[in-house]
């Protein structure tokens, strides 16, 4: 299994921008779709942004999509997050997530995923 190491967390003001990086090792990374979750204390983690394998299919749910940015550098074995127009409700635990997986597809369920990174935390401030 691949494993991920998340960076980039920090406390930001809202309506400021922060970009995550997760990187990969032990596997062959473009064989992976990844993904992007959240988790706020007390609530449920949530799917955030999904690639897939290549870069070449993203998808984002509506309460992020416009400001957040998934893309990935398969020779760098990484995938990054751009968050812009931070909000006080995005402050959570990002984690990222791999799924092994030879389609060109993305994957927005937690129970998808087969890998998981430690989280890194972003706070927004009001």
């Known amino acids: 299994q691949v494993q991920l190491v998340e960076s980039g967390g920090g406390l930001v003001q809202a309506g400021g921008s922060l970009r995550l990086s997760c990187a990969a090792s032990?596997?062959?990374?473009?064989?992976?779709?990844m993904g992007w979750f959240r988790q706020a204390p007390g609530k449920e983690r949530k799917f955030v942004a999904g690639?897939?394998?290549?870069?070449?299919?993203?998808y984002y749910p509506d309460s992020v999509r416009g400001r957040f940015t998934i893309y990935r550098d398969n020779a760098e074995n990484t995938i990054y997050l751009g968050m812009n127009n931070l909000k006080p409700e995005d402050t959570a635990v990002y984690y990222c997530?791999?799924?092994?997986?030879?389609?060109?597809?993305?994957?927005?369920?937690?129970?998808?995923?087969?890998?998981w990174g430690q989280g890194t935390q972003v706070t927004v401030s009001s």
């Open positions: 997530a791999a799924r092994r997986d030879y389609r060109e597809f993305v994957f927005v369920n937690e129970a998808e995923f087969e890998s």
């Open positions: 032990g596997g062959t990374f473009s064989t992976y779709a």
């Open positions: 690639i897939s394998r290549s870069g070449g299919r993203t």
